[in-house]
C-alpha cells in the first residue's frame, strides 16, 4: 500500500471558512487577521487554500522587503539547514562571525549584538544604554532615563509597553517599568527639554510606522542628533521597519546626513524566513556588555547568520534601495491622484505609505477588506489609515495595478 499523494498543503482539504472557523476556540485572540487563509507564496504574491491570488502589499511589515521566498535566501537557508543549525552561544558557529562582519559594514558600525525578535532588539537596546551610562556617562546607579516619542512602536514585552502611548497597548499589563520620558515625536524643544544628566539615550523611529508612516519634517533626525551629542547621551534609532532598502536607502536615518550611535535592527534582516534581529553600534557602546550580562539561546543561531548573512549581501548590490527609490515615485504619483477621490492626504518614502482614506468610505479595516476583494492584501493601521509597504521586487506594472484597485476600492 502507498500513502496517499497530497496535492494541496498539510492541511489538507480544509476551506478557508472552516480553517478560520477552528482557529476561533484555540487561538488567543490577540489579532483580528483579514478573512484569507494563506497557503504558499512566491515574490509579490500569495495564494490561499482556495487558490486565489492575491498581491502583498503589506509584506509582513516588513519582514518580506525582499518578497516571498527570494531564491538566494531560501538557497542559503537550505544550504545551512543541511550542515549546521543551532549551537547555543556556549559554543561559536562558522557563520557568526561573518555575519556579525558584514552587517557592521553595511551599516557603518562597530559591534553587532545578535538577537532574534524586533522586541528582543529594543530590550537589548535598552539594556545597553543604561549600562552604558552607569559605566561610561557616570548616572547614579538606578536613575537612568532613557526619552522616547509618543505613538511609538518599539514592541510588545513589559518594559516596551511601558512607554507606549497606545492604551489598547498598556491596559491591563501594568505595573510598568519606570525610567522613559515621553515626549511629542518631531518636536526637538520637547526633547530638549526632557534630556537631562540622568539621560542615557534618546530611543526613537527616524519613521513612525505603525503610528500610520509619520515623515518627521526635514532637520528633526539631524536635529536629534545634534542635541544628544551635545547633552551627552546616546542616539539609538529603531530601524525594525524603516530599515533594510525599505525607504529607497539602507537606513532611514539616511536621509539626513546623520549617524546614530546605536541602531535596532530586525524584520528584513530574517528574510522573511526566521527571525533575525541586532543590536548594532559603536565599539564604545556596545563594549560595555561582558560575558553572562546579556544573552539568548537563538541570538546569533547558524541558520539565521546564513540567511542574515544572504540578506546582507543583497542590500550590498544596491539594488533593493535603488528599487525602492524609482518605484517609490510611482507609488508617490499614483497617491498624489488619488487624493480628492477617496484619499484625505498621505505620507510616503520610498515603497512605504500611510494612505489615510477619507472616514466617510468606512473604516481603515473596510477599505483593506475591500482590498481583498480586489486581489490586494494591505492592513490598516488605525483609524482610517491604511499602510502600503509591498515587497521591494514589487514590478511598476504590479504596483500600477495595487493603486488601481485601491481607487476601486474606494468607488
Ligand atoms: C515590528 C517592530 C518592532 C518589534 O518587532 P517584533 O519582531 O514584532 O518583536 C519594534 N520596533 C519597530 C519599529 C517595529 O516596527
Not at 67 to 89: C, F, K, V
Request: proline letters at 5%.
Amino acid at each position: 500500500m502507498t500513502a496517499p499523494v497530497r496535492t494541496q498543503g498539510s492541511q489538507g482539504t480544509r476551506g478557508s471558512e472552516e480553517l478560520i472557523r477552528a482557529e476561533e476556540p484555540v487561538l488567543a485572540h490577540n489579532y483580528h487577521p483579514l478573512p484569507v487563509v494563506v497557503a504558499r507564496a512566491e515574490g509579490t504574491w500569495v495564494e490561499d487554500v482556495e487558490g486565489r491570488r492575491y498581491l502583498d502589499m503589506l509584506a509582513g511589515y516588513s519582514a518580506l522587503n525582499f518578497g516571498h521566498r527570494h531564491p538566494a535566501l531560501i538557497e542559503a537557508a537550505h544550504r545551512q539547514l543541511d550542515r549546521l543549525t543551532l549551537t547555543s552561544r556556549a559554543f561559536h558557529n562558522d557563520r557568526l562571525a561573518g555575519f556579525a562582519e558584514r552587517l557592521a559594514a553595511l551599516t557603518g558600525m562597530d559591534m553587532v549584538l545578535p538577537m532574534n525578535t524586533g522586541a528582543e532588539a529594543v530590550e537589548s537596546g535598552v539594556k545597553v544604554a543604561r549600562k552604558w551610562a552607569y559605566d561610561v556617562k557616570g548616572v547614579p546607579a538606578d536613575r537612568a532615563t532613557i526619552v522616547v516619542a509618543a505613538d511609538n512602536f518599539h514592541g510588545r514585552t513589559t518594559t516596551i509597553v511601558s512607554f507606549s502611548t497606545d492604551e489598547t497597548a498598556r491596559a491591563g499589563f501594568g505595573p510598568f517599568t519606570p525610567g522613559f520620558r515621553v515626549v511629542p515625536y518631531n518636536d526637538l524643544a520637547a526633547m530638549e527639554a526632557a534630556v537631562d544628566e540622568t539621560t542615557a539615550a534618546v530611543l526613537i523611529e527616524p519613521i513612525q510606522g505603525e503610528a500610520g508612516v509619520i515623515i518627521p519634517e526635514d532637520g528633526y533626525l539631524a536635529g536629534v542628533r545634534e542635541l544628544t551629542r551635545r547633552k551627552g547621551c546616546l542616539f539609538i534609532a529603531d530601524e525594525i521597519q524603516s530599515g533594510l532598502g525599505r525607504t529607497g536607502r539602507t537606513l532611514a536615518v539616511e536621509h539626513e546626513p546623520v549617524v546614530p550611535d546605536v541602531l535596532l535592527l530586525g524584520k528584513a534582516l530574517g528574510g522573511g524566513i526566521v527571525p533575525v534581529s541586532a543590536v548594532v553600534g559603536r565599539r564604545e557602546v556596545l563594549g560595555v556588555l561582558h560575558p553572562g550580562e546579556h544573552g539568548s539561546t537563538f541570538g546569533g543561531n547558524p541558520l539565521a547568520a546564513a540567511v542574515g548573512t544572504a540578506v546582507v549581501e543583497l542590500l550590498e548590490t544596491g539594488e533593493f534601495q535603488r528599487r525602492a527609490a524609482e518605484l517609490g515615485v510611482i507609488l508617490r504619483d499614483g497617491l498624489t491622484g488619488l487624493v480628492g477621490k477617496g484619499v484625505v492626504g498621505f505620507r510616503s518614502r520610498g515603497l512605504w505609505a500611510g494612505v489615510d482614506v477619507d472616514p466617510a468610505l468606512g473604516t481603515g479595516r473596510e477599505i483593506s477588506e475591500r482590498l481583498m476583494r480586489e486581489g490586494i492584501l494591505a492592513k490598516d493601521t488605525h483609524g482610517s489609515t491604511i499602510r502600503l509597504a509591498p515587497p521591494l521586487t514589487i514590478t511598476a506594472e504590479e504596483l500600477r495595478g495595487a493603486l488601481a484597485a485601491l481607487e476601486k476600492a474606494l468607488g
